[in-house]
């Protein structure tokens, strides 16, 4: 199975403040890499697909990029509604379809 | 609009079965494979398996199986869970998702869970 590692797995900023979570994985993924965005108590809600493209809805301060192994999320210019946990996710050797830990972006 | 509807929260005993159901609307039903993924309390989020409800072919995560059985009933659009032997690590909440279509297996609409708590 291939192994995700995201970092990190908690992190404190400020509105406004730009924010860069990573996820590597154990094994080239080309860029099957996607990014879920979940606040408590409510589903998981897609953000990113194939490490780049935004899904439709999602505000523009969200991007992706990557490939292979290395990956990131960036948010520009934090809201308040930002503020959640984020997880990438492997569907490039599946099954299973393997999410990484989480990172939990809290207020400073 | 894309709906996923889950049904509500179960109390089950240990060794107990559990079957979730997820009702679709919006879009053909049979066009997007449905994906299960649990999550415990504080944790993070689990894959347990797909299910092409065309075909009704399934594939279960290796550590799911021979737990874990994926149907569905495609007159009511209607996509099924159904975890057996459960035992008190099977708390949490438990989505139904759908496979996108875009190309990178994404999870693009979610059910919005069901709890399924195992206490005795």
Redesign the interface.
């Known amino acids: 199975d291939i192994q995700m590692t995201q970092s990190p797995s908690s992190l404190s900023a400020s509105v406004g403040d730009r924010v860069t979570i990573t996820c590597r994985t154990s094994q080239s993924i080309n860029n099957f890499l996607n990014w879920y965005q979940e606040k408590p108590g409510k589903a998981p809600k897609l953000l990113i697909y194939g490490a780049s493209n935004l899904q439709s809805g999602v505000p523009s301060r969200f991007s992706g990029s990557g490939s292979g192994t290395d990956f990131t999320l960036t948010i520009t210019s934090l809201e308040p509604e930002d503020f959640a946990t984020y997880y990438c996710q492997q569907t490039y050797s599946t099954p299973p379809n393997t999410f990484g830990q989480g990172t939990k972006l809290e207020i400073k | 609009q894309v709906q996923l509807v889950q049904s509500g929260a179960e109390v089950k005993k240990p060794g107990a079965s559990v079957k979730v159901s997820c009702k679709a609307s919006g879009y053909i039903f049979s066009s997007f494979d449905i994906?299960w993924?649990r999550q415990a309390t504080g944790q993070?989020?689990?894959?347990m398996?797909?299910m092409n409800p065309n075909s009704g072919n399934t594939?279960?995560?290796?550590k799911f199986q021979g737990r874990v059985t994926m149907t569905r009933n495609t007159s009511i659009s209607t996509a099924y869970m159904e975890l057996s032997s459960l035992r008190s690590e099977d708390t949490a909440v438990y989505?139904c998702t759908r496979r996108?279509n875009?190309?990178?297996?994404?999870?693009?609409n979610?059910?919005?869970?069901t709890l399924v708590t195992v206490s005795s």
């Open positions: 994906n993924v993070g989020l689990e894959w398996g797909w594939g279960y995560a290796q989505y996108g875009r190309g990178y297996g994404e999870f693009d979610w059910g919005q869970g």
